[in-house]
């Protein structure tokens, strides 16, 4: 009965560090769009010059 639990538990790592590098990527991806969309939108033009 021990080793269902340990065998549970591997896989249920390695799941969630694959599922960590997919949401760190895209927070990656959404923090890089979001400051174009800023320094393109949003940003004082005056504070450019």
Not at 3 to 8: F, H, I
Not at 17 to 27: P, W
């Amino acid at each position: 009965m021990n080793a269902m639990p340990a065998t549970a538990t591997v896989k249920t790592q390695s799941t969630v560090t694959t599922s960590l590098g997919q949401i760190f990527a895209q927070l990656a991806a959404k923090r890089e769009t979001d400051l174009i969309r800023f320094r393109t939108c949003c940003a004082d033009p005056r504070a450019s010059r």
